[in-house]
């Protein structure tokens, strides 16, 4: 069974830090891992989608790896503002007929002016 | 930008009353799916559904749940008899294929309170 864990579960940095989100699944069987933002209360935005056979994929200041072989995927924020405050979730999704979503527990991330 | 649009925001209900909630899919999209969001915990799925029957389940969509979409457009979930511990945030999402190439698109979810 697919289990998919975060580290670390909260991370606070003052602006414009570089930082670094974890994410690692148990199963290298997926088709696709995705990276969605969370704002309190709100729904989930996506941010950046990679297929199995990418590596990255890069949306202006953020940059999600993928190494399909460990379990691992990354999200890279640059020069971090307080707008990007919220919770960051990864999903995975697993190959064969299936469009179900697996998902980590997520980061709550502040960023301190 | 299109965006899958969910009704109500909030809904507040006794224990043991049926509660729907409403979710207008992206028009192109065909797969659809609820999740749920209990306070702190995990998003979790529920169902998915393609051409007007569901394709698969979790072991949490029991016979208190059902989904239908009546009408074309909207895509509903029916909580028959509500228990408190149904209490969370439902999202709906669309995707045009099963297939994962596209972003999966949620809603801003409707959040449910069983008293």
């Known amino acids: 069974k697919q289990e998919v864990t975060q580290i670390p579960a909260a991370l606070s940095v003052p602006e414009g830090e570089n930082l670094v989100l974890n994410c690692s699944f148990t199963?290298?069987?997926?088709?696709?891992l995705q990276w969605f933002r969370q704002d309190p209360g709100k729904g989930l935005t996506s941010l950046l989608l990679?297929?199995?056979?990418?590596r990255e994929q890069t949306s202006g200041r953020l940059n999600a790896s993928l190494d399909k072989s460990s379990g691992r995927s990354t999200l890279y924020i640059a020069a971090s503002q307080p707008g990007d405050s919220a919770t960051y979730l990864c999903?995975?999704?697993?190959?064969?007929?299936?469009?179900?979503?697996?998902f980590g527990q997520g980061t709550t991330l502040q960023v301190k002016p | 930008e299109p965006e899958v649009t969910q009704t109500p925001s909030h809904q507040v209900t006794q224990m043991g009353q049926e509660v729907i909630l409403r979710c207008v899919p992206i028009s192109n999209h065909l797969y659809f799916y609820w999740y749920r969001q209990i306070l702190g915990q995990k998003v979790e799925f529920l169902v998915s559904?393609?051409?007007?029957?569901?394709?698969?389940k979790s072991e949490i969509f029991d016979d208190q749940f059902s989904v239908e979409r009546p009408d074309g457009s909207n895509f509903t979930l029916k909580i028959r008899s509500t228990k408190l511990e149904d209490s969370a945030m439902y999202f709906c999402a669309g995707d045009l294929t099963r297939s994962g190439a596209n972003v999966l698109t949620f809603g801003a979810g409707s959040r449910l309170t069983v008293l």
């Open positions: 199963d290298s069987a997926i088709y696709n």
């Open positions: 999903a995975v999704r697993g190959l064969g007929n299936t469009g179900k979503l697996i």
């Open positions: 559904f393609y051409n007007n029957e569901i394709s698969e």
């Open positions: 990679i297929q199995s056979s990418q």
